[in-house]
């Protein structure tokens, strides 16, 4: 019997990297320009606020009930190819709806559909890279590389084309994406290597509790930044191409950080490599307060991109380490829904709020302080002990 050769794509070394490769080319091709778009529509920075926590929202609401779901039904990729299939329709809808309330409504189904997407891919590529003994920051960094492509060369595109070829783009590239996601692996019941608790059992980890606390302190960080800092350097004169450079460099300051973060799990383990990430990030933001040149923006997100690459990595890691096989997903869910949804939510209105009335660089500060604290969470409770202690993954 004559076996089928596998394409490269399919190798567990190579489909995660595709697969982070395609996806965040979507991201990177209208994500950064989001914003801008919608602050040259007339919205303000209120209105902008709303829009942008349509996302958190969901990724609280819908985004662990979905993942629970695929990880009870193990239909992960299912479920990823219908959020992935069904968005690219909502990014059509864009390119006809320019009223705030109408696009209020295409944000809020969009964040729906995406909710699950980045927990269960997450945790699908970190399970894939432990089976088969893979770096996962090597992985992880191509979508970094696509991310930062797209956007230092989509700033330029859209400047000449305009934004309807920038959400056209965007769904093109979808579809190649969907294809990618059919190699990923899904555990089954025989390659899960650990019981599996009731989850409520795993919220007595106080390792688990203080990533959770200061994902949380950098999710508003986070949600500051990526909903004001394009507007920020659309103010100080940067045209598209600087707002895509400003996330395309950000992103390529990523690679290095992703390239070689066993080695620096190694030396620092990764809770101190965390609490380092935090400080550079928290550092970073409060450059962005005082920064008053594009050129200034540009040196600030490289340094936040450093920081981003090493806690994103060394996050998803110890998550993957401290949960069982069939809790991955779920508990990835959990974490975005405290950093990407409740801290966002209840922050970033208030921040469109407090930099319409006091300016952007006092929202940027406020982030850098945020990140600050989450440094300073992850600090006690290194200092503590909390992550020598042996992750509870059964009674």
């Not at 399919?10 to 595709?18: D, I, S, V, Y």
């Not at 609401?61 to 992960?76: C, E, Y």
């Not at 994902?215 to 949600?223: C, D, K, M, N, V």
Request: one cysteine or more.
């Amino acid at each position: 019997m004559v076996t089928q050769k596998r394409p490269p794509w399919a190798n567990p070394r190579w489909a995660g990297a595709f697969f982070y490769f395609g996806l965040w080319a979507v991201i990177g091709s209208y994500a950064p320009f989001l914003n801008v778009y919608l602050s040259r529509l007339g919205f303000s920075g209120f209105q902008i606020g709303l829009i942008a926590v349509t996302f958190p929202l969901m990724t609280i609401v819908a985004g662990p009930f979905f993942s629970m779901l695929a990880d009870r039904r193990r239909i992960q990729k299912p479920v990823l190819l219908l959020s992935l299939g069904s968005s690219a329709v909502v990014l059509l809808a864009f390119l006809v709806v320019r009223t705030f309330a109408g696009i209020l409504l295409l944000a809020l189904l969009r964040a729906v559909l995406l909710s699950p997407l980045m927990p269960i891919a997450d945790g699908l590529v970190a399970r894939m890279a432990v089976r088969h003994r893979i770096d996962y920051g090597k992985l992880r960094l191509w979508g970094s590389l696509s991310f930062a492509l797209t956007a230092i060369g989509g700033g330029a595109v859209w400047d000449a084309l305009g934004f309807p070829a920038m959400f056209i783009t965007a769904v093109v590239l979808i579809l190649p994406v969907m294809a990618l996601t059919l190699w990923l692996e899904t555990p089954t019941a025989t390659t899960d290597r650990r019981a599996a608790p009731p989850l409520q059992h795993l919220w007595r980890d106080r390792g688990l509790i203080a990533l959770l606390i200061a994902y949380f302190l950098i999710g508003i960080a986070e949600g500051m930044y990526g909903t004001f800092s394009s507007i920020q350097m659309d103010t100080l004169g940067g045209g598209q191409v600087w707002v895509g450079a400003l996330f395309g460099f950000s992103a390529l300051c990523e690679l290095p950080v992703m390239q070689y973060s066993s080695a620096i799990f190694r030396r620092l383990g990764k809770p101190r490599a965390i609490l380092l990430a935090y400080s550079l990030v928290g550092l970073s933001l409060l450059g962005y307060a005082l920064a008053r040149a594009p050129w200034l923006l540009l040196g600030f997100a490289m340094l936040k991109g450093m920081g981003f690459a090493l806690y994103f990595v060394g996050n998803v890691s110890l998550i993957d380490e401290r949960a069982p096989d069939a809790w991955t997903s779920t508990l990835q869910s959990l974490m975005n829904a405290a950093s990407r949804g409740l801290a966002p939510l209840l922050t970033v209105p208030l921040a469109g709020w407090f930099g319409d009335a006091l300016g952007l660089p006092a929202v940027f500060a406020s982030a850098g302080g945020a990140a600050l604290l989450a440094a300073g969470v992850i600090g006690a409770a290194v200092i503590r002990n909390n992550f020598s202690d042996a992750p509870l993954l059964s009674e």
